[in-house]
Structure formats: C-alpha cells, structure tokens
C-alpha cells in the first residue's frame, strides 16, 4: 500500500540547491508542488515512489525540487521569540542548559523597567527558572550575565545553527541536499 500524498512532501531548493531554509525545512505540500511543476517554477530533482493521476496524466510525486529563479534571502532575520532562541541554541545563556521550547523564555538583559529595550542586542534566551531568579534586575545586581553578549544575527548563522536541529522527518531522498557538506562515512 503506497502512502498517502499528504505525507510525501518536497524539499524546496533554491535555484543554488541549498535548502531555502534548514529551520524550519523548507518543505512545500504534494499539492503546491504538483502545481509549481506545472507551472514550470520548478525543477524535479528526486521523486517518491507515490504516483497521483488524473484521468488523463499520471505523475510521480517529486519529493526534491529546485526553483528555477534564484530567491535572495534577506540579511538579516525577523526579530522574533523563535529566532532568539534558535540564535542562542535553545539554550538559557544564564544556566547554559538546553530546554524544549515551551520551557525558555527570553530575557532583556537590561529590564525594560531600566529603559532596555526589545531589540536583538538587549534579549537572551533564558529558562523559566533563571528568567524568574534574575527578575527585574541588572546582571550586576544579581551576578547573573549572559554567556554570550546579545547580538543581531546574519541570516546565515541562523541558518547554520538550525542544521543542528533535524526535523523529525527526513526522506532518505533530501539527505544528499541537506548534510552535502558533512563528513561522508566510510
């Protein structure tokens, strides 16, 4: 019994063939895929076994794909709550342990009520615990500091730290695409 569309989806590559993004994996549904191909947007590099028909075609459903047009990422990444905590590993930058998601918070190293400020040089990612102890107070006041200083990220690092966190599902077909520069066994 073949498996179902919905869970055959593509790797989308860039017109370079490296990932459009490693985190989250940039992945497209069988459907938008399907239509990318007819649209001629994309180039099939490796399919799946599952065919989907109509009644006059019949396609084995691609499972890498590379855009024909070269798409230019930005230099920067969106200051958000997840890309804080992948700049930072998800790890708290006070204890240095590595939490699952819904136990990290971010922290303004200098508190708001100090007149810090949202930015990506001012938050670090911290553990609930840690986060709570710090408080409201400057690190030199509670002898809690980051173990990195804040920084604003390139896209690029981001990227490169997100290679660190592989999905939960990876089709042996997208391997040869996404660890191309790892250690080959021998």
Same mark, same amino acid.
């Given at each position: 019994? @073949?498996?179902?569309? /919905?869970?055959?989806?593509?790797?989308?590559?860039?017109?370079?063939?490296?990932?459009?993004?490693?985190?989250?994996? $940039?992945?497209?549904?069988?459907?938008?895929? +399907?239509? =990318?191909?007819?649209?001629?947007?994309?180039? *099939?590099?490796?399919?799946?076994? %599952?065919?989907? !028909?109509?009644?006059?075609? /019949?396609?084995?459903?691609? @499972?890498?794909? =590379?855009?024909?047009?070269? *798409? =230019?990422? $930005?230099?920067?990444?969106?200051?958000? %709550?997840?890309?804080?905590?992948?700049?930072? @590993?998800?790890?708290?930058?006070?204890?240095? &342990?590595?939490?699952?998601?819904?136990?990290?918070?971010?922290? !303004? +190293? *200098?508190? %708001?009520?100090?007149?810090?400020?949202? *930015?990506? /040089?001012?938050?670090?990612?911290?553990?609930?615990?840690?986060?709570?102890?710090?408080?409201? #107070?400057?690190?030199?006041?509670?002898?809690? &500091?980051?173990?990195?200083? =804040?920084?604003?990220?390139?896209? !690029?690092?981001?990227? /490169?730290?997100? #290679?660190?966190?592989?999905?939960?599902?990876? !089709?042996?077909?997208?391997?040869?695409?996404?660890?191309?520069?790892?250690?080959?066994?021998?």
């Amino acid at each position: 019994m @073949s498996p179902s569309p /919905e869970t055959c989806p593509a790797l989308v590559l860039n017109a370079d063939f490296r990932p459009l993004s490693y985190f989250p994996l $940039s992945l497209w549904s069988w459907q938008d895929t +399907v239509k =990318a191909v007819f649209l001629g947007r994309v180039n *099939i590099l490796s399919e799946y076994d %599952r065919t989907v !028909h109509s009644p006059s075609f /019949e396609m084995k459903l691609p @499972s890498v794909i =590379a855009l024909k047009e070269y *798409i =230019a990422t $930005s230099r920067y990444p969106a200051f958000t %709550r997840f890309n804080v905590f992948l700049r930072d @590993s998800f790890s708290c930058q006070y204890c240095g &342990h590595r939490k699952p998601t819904p136990d990290l918070t971010f922290d !303004h +190293v *200098i508190p %708001r009520s100090k007149g810090g400020r949202t *930015i990506w /040089e001012n938050v670090v990612t911290a553990c609930c615990g840690c986060n709570m102890r710090k408080g409201s #107070r400057l690190p030199d006041q509670c002898g809690m &500091h980051p173990r990195q200083k =804040a920084w604003r990220p390139f896209s !690029h690092e981001l990227q /490169e730290n997100g #290679r660190a966190f592989p999905p939960n599902y990876l !089709h042996e077909s997208w391997r040869d695409y996404l660890y191309w520069d790892t250690e080959l066994e021998s």
